[in-house]
């Protein structure tokens, strides 16, 4: 599985977590992933970067950042993480964002570079409304259940 291939290279993970196909990077072994954490499909890792620029005249040079994402945390899909990053508790950080900064615990960043958009308060106070409670069902029921559910019921943007 994609998580037991991060664990074999250093990635450390907590409890109850969804890691999809991810990059790790070079450094994986500089991550490390809290409890409940899901990582989707496309997100990469970068613990370090733009070295190569200044090797000339410092042919050494070689820069690295940890990357530590805590606890109850969403990335979405092809979301970059970058050097020295934290991510707090219960965030959510949008698909396709790019995390040039720490993020503070509660938030929801998105965009390139990823910035605030609101709060996970906010967001689910807004959609516990729109609960279809379709969580446990199978597919089958789900798509005649969906297919049937009155317009005013989904989520409008």
Same mark, same amino acid.
């Given at each position: &599985?994609?998580?037991?291939?991060?664990?074999?290279?250093?990635?450390?993970?907590?409890?109850?977590?969804?890691?999809?196909?991810?990059?790790? =990077?070079?450094?994986?072994?500089?991550?490390?992933?809290?409890?409940?954490?899901?990582?989707?499909?496309?997100?990469?890792?970068?613990?370090?970067? =733009?070295?190569?620029?200044?090797?000339?005249?410092?042919?050494?040079?070689? &820069?690295? =950042?940890?990357?530590?994402?805590?606890?109850?945390?969403?990335?979405?899909?092809?979301?970059?993480?970058?050097? =020295?990053? &934290?991510?707090?508790?219960?965030?959510?950080?949008?698909?396709?964002?790019?995390?040039?900064?720490?993020?503070?615990?509660? $938030?929801?960043?998105?965009?390139?570079?990823?910035?605030?958009?609101?709060?996970?308060?906010?967001?689910?106070? *807004?959609?516990?409304?729109?609960?279809?409670? &379709?969580?446990? $069902?199978? *597919?089958?029921?789900?798509?005649?259940?969906?297919?049937?559910?009155?317009?005013?019921?989904?989520? *409008?943007?």
């Amino acid at each position: &599985t994609p998580e037991r291939y991060a664990r074999y290279h250093g990635v450390k993970i907590g409890k109850n977590c969804d890691i999809q196909k991810v990059s790790f =990077g070079s450094e994986p072994y500089l991550i490390e992933i809290g409890n409940h954490v899901q990582i989707t499909s496309g997100v990469k890792f970068f613990t370090h970067g =733009g070295g190569w620029v200044f090797r000339d005249k410092h042919p050494l040079l070689d &820069t690295f =950042g940890k990357i530590k994402v805590k606890n109850n945390v969403y990335i979405g899909n092809n979301s970059l993480i970058l050097p =020295g990053v &934290t991510i707090g508790n219960d965030v959510i950080i949008g698909a396709g964002s790019v995390v040039t900064k720490s993020v503070d615990s509660g $938030m929801i960043v998105a965009g390139n570079p990823a910035k605030v958009i609101g709060s996970v308060s906010s967001l689910e106070k *807004k959609l516990i409304p729109f609960n279809a409670k &379709t969580k446990k $069902m199978n *597919k089958f029921d789900k798509k005649k259940y969906l297919l049937n559910m009155q317009e005013d019921k989904f989520i *409008k943007k």
